[in-house]
T-cell receptor, first 113, second 112 residues
Framework: SQTIHQWPATLVQPVGSPLSLECTVE??????LYWYRQAAGRGLQLLFY??????ISSEVPQNLSASRPQDRQFILSSKKLLLSDSGFYLC????????????FGPGTRLTVL | SQKIEQNSEALNIQEGKTATLTCNYT??????LQWYRQDPGRGPVFLLL?????KEKRKERLKVTFDTTLKQSLFHITASQPADSATYLC???????????FGKGTLLTVNP
């Protein structure tokens, strides 16, 4: 069966510090991968998605970036965090069919102080 | 721009009643619509999908309708239980880019 892992579960970082969040998927090949952010009152916001290794599409201009160095690994990064980067970060995967049911990881709660 | 609205931020009902949640959208022609459940501090969990050419879908106590003329989906939970208390999200998708656009969600509370 497929599983998705995210770490860390919680993170408290000072403004201006770097960020690296990792997501890995097991039990499937060639998944679509997604990074979302969920902030209070703003719903689930798609940040990046990837349909293959090295293929990243950015949805929102910001100081975040994403990389997919391996088929089932998706990394979210920032060189300098802003207060507005605080939120609940979710990684998700889907298979490459048109219905696109997405499977979400447990999330990372990021607080930037 | 695309806009998705879920009828209310919070809905309170009594145990045993039917909960009805609404998802409306504008400036969008989705090929399908999905509903997810999200518990506090956790990622959303997929519940149901309904395609543009389908009027209704059922799964156990859940029922979803999709009216592309009204640009609306209704999500029903019959014989609701306190364990059904959660935030429910609707999401629209379609096309070749595999993206979903989510609504902000409705927090459902079922009182015993």
């Amino acid at each position: 069966s497929q599983t998705i892992h995210q770490w860390p579960a919680t993170l408290v970082q000072p403004v201006g510090s770097p960020l690296s969040l990792e997501c890995t998927v097991e039990g499937t090949s060639n998944p679509n991968l997604y990074w979302y952010r969920q902030a209070a009152g703003r719903g689930l916001q798609l940040l990046f998605y990837s349909v293959g290794i090295g293929q990243i599409s950015s949805e929102v201009p910001q100081n975040l970036s994403a990389s997919r160095p391996q088929d089932r690994q998706f990394i979210l990064s920032s060189k300098k965090l802003l207060l507005s980067d605080s939120g609940f970060y979710l990684c998700a995967w889907s298979v490459r069919v048109s219905d696109n049911e997405q499977f979400f990881g447990p999330g990372t709660r990021l607080t930037v102080l | 721009s695309q806009k998705i609205e879920q009828n209310s931020e919070a809905l309170n009902i009594q145990e045993g009643k039917t909960a009805t949640l609404t998802c409306n959208y504008t400036n969008y022609s989705p090929a399908y619509l999905q509903w997810y459940r999200q518990d506090p501090g956790r990622g959303p969990v997929f519940l149901l999908l309904i395609r543009e050419n389908e009027k209704e879908k059922r799964k156990e106590r859940l029922k979803v309708t999709f009216d592309t003329t009204l640009k609306q989906s209704l999500f029903h939970i019959t014989a609701s239980q306190p364990a059904d208390s959660a935030t429910y999200l609707c999401a629209l998708g379609g096309g070749s880019n595999y993206k979903l656009t989510f609504g902000k969600g409705t927090l459902l509370t079922v009182n015993p």
